[in-house]
């Protein structure tokens, strides 16, 4: 279950994963965000934020234009 959406489409980067970094310090342990950018390199970059903070990125997925990620909180 998601606990938080971002919509952080027509944003370009870094502000998508900033703005990322910004709503999952407001959740719990274990509380899901799903976010949906428009940036093409937000994919490289949510892929290695997760790596790099211990988040999980749950799903990744690329529908035509916009991307759509879900990531647990550590």
């Known amino acids: ?12 980067c870094p502000l998508p994963l900033l703005k990322t970094k910004l709503s999952l310090s407001g959740l719990k342990s274990g509380e899901i965000l ?3 950018a428009t940036d093409p390199t937000s994919w490289d970059d949510f892929a290695s934020y997760a790596k790099i903070s211990g ?3 749950l799903n990744a997925v690329k529908l035509e234009d916009i991307f ?7």
């Open 68 to 74: 759509v990620y879900t990531i647990e909180k550590k």
């Open 1 to 12: 279950m998601v606990n938080k959406y971002l919509n952080a489409t027509n944003l370009v």
């Open 34 to 36: 799903e976010v949906t």
């Open 55 to 57: 988040n999980k990125l």
